[in-house]
């Protein structure tokens, strides 16, 4: 044989181990990345198991303060049918037949109303800007909800004024009452 052709052979026998270590090295990166995705998926996993668990511990809050406004509501309505609230007559007309006010109950509350005294009992004050994005609705429509909560429910809302500006919550001797804290 020529000196060329063991030169040639020379050659590819070097090539060939080249690329089988560039080979090794990306079997090598490709288990450590494996390995890394299998960690990341470990960790989602957790993450999601524990999001659940938030998740039913907050509907179980939730449920449980649906049930004490009821309760609630269920008092405020039987100590309204004992005593009921009448309406006076204006002094000098002929008595007409005396009407009872019936209050308004906070168990019949739907909607945008008891997502409203759930966030105020749940988690305390909020500015109405924060009320307003936490329920997709305009700060209006928030002021409109509060207003009609103090007027046709009853339900003492308070408004303080801190640094984020003037927020609205539910006195907390009336949370609880609703709560049934003593």
């Not at 080979?23 to 990341?40: G, P, Q, R, V």
């Not at 993450?47 to 008092?75: C, G, H, R």
């Not at 936490?134 to 339900?155: F, P």
Request: charged share 25%; glycine share 4%; no cysteine.
């Amino acid at each position: 044989m020529a000196q060329a052709d063991l030169d040639s052979i020379l050659k590819e026998l070097l090539d060939f181990g080249t690329v089988k270590s560039d080979i090794t090295d990306i079997s090598n990166n490709a288990k450590l990345i494996s390995a890394k995705i299998l960690d990341i998926e470990k960790q989602l996993n957790y993450m999601a198991q524990q999001m659940l668990e938030q998740n039913n511990k907050i509907d179980l809050i939730a449920q449980y303060t649906t049930e004490q406004i009821e309760a609630f509501s269920e008092q405020i309505k039987t100590k309204s049918e004992i005593n009921p609230v009448k309406t006076e007559q204006p002094s000098g007309e002929q008595p007409q037949k005396q009407s009872e006010k019936t209050p308004v109950l906070l168990s019949n509350a739907t909607g945008r109303y008891r997502e409203i005294l759930s966030l105020l009992i749940n988690e305390g004050f909020f500015t109405y800007s924060k009320l307003a994005d936490r329920l997709n609705i305009s700060q209006s429509r928030v002021r409109a909800y509060i207003a009609d909560l103090k007027r046709y429910y009853s339900v003492p809302i308070t408004s303080v004024k801190d640094t984020e500006g003037v927020k609205v919550g539910i006195s907390p001797e009336f949370v609880n009452q609703i709560l049934g804290v003593r």
